[in-house]
Structures are given as C-alpha cells and as structure tokens.
C-alpha cells in the first residue's frame, strides 16, 4: 500500500495532489465494492506516513493536522522546508 500511494504522489510531480480513491482502485481495480474496502486502510497508511513526514494531507488546499481532520482529503508530497 505504501508504494501505491508513493508512486501516485511520483507519478503526479511537485505541487500535485492524489485522491486516496485513486489509490485504491490503482490497488484493487474499478469495482467499486473492492476498492471501498481500501479506503480506511489507505486513511490510516496515510496518517503514518503523515507522520512520519514522508507525505501530506490538505484538505481544501491546506495541509491538516494528520490526526484531526475530517471529511474530503488529498495526499501530496511534502514541501520543500526553506531555510
């Protein structure tokens, strides 16, 4: 699951966002029953890896704390820390 949700984030580039959902029918295909199933999975690899600092998670363009947000959400590569 990590590397689907890396390789999204690589394939979209700098700047770009990724739907979870994109993630989980890249993992398990268009049916809509099985890819669901993905979903809190893919929601709680992302906190992980939120924390960890290896991605983001915005929410109407805005990175949320990975442990309090709610609702409609993106994953992005982390931004570049300017010094």
């Known amino acids: 699951m990590i590397t689907a949700i890396e390789a999204a984030l690589a ?3 700098n700047g770009k966002t990724v739907c979870p959902s994109e993630v989980a029918r890249a993992l398990a295909g268009s ?44 994953l992005a590569a982390p931004r570049a820390v300017e010094d």
Do not use: C, Q
């Open 11 to 13: 394939s979209r580039g």
């Open 31 to 74: 049916n809509e029953k099985n890819w669901r199933r993905l979903m809190k999975p893919i929601r709680a690899e992302s906190v992980r890896l939120a924390e960890a600092g290896r991605l983001e998670i915005r929410r109407k363009g805005k990175t949320v704390d990975p442990h309090d947000f709610r609702g409609v959400y993106r």
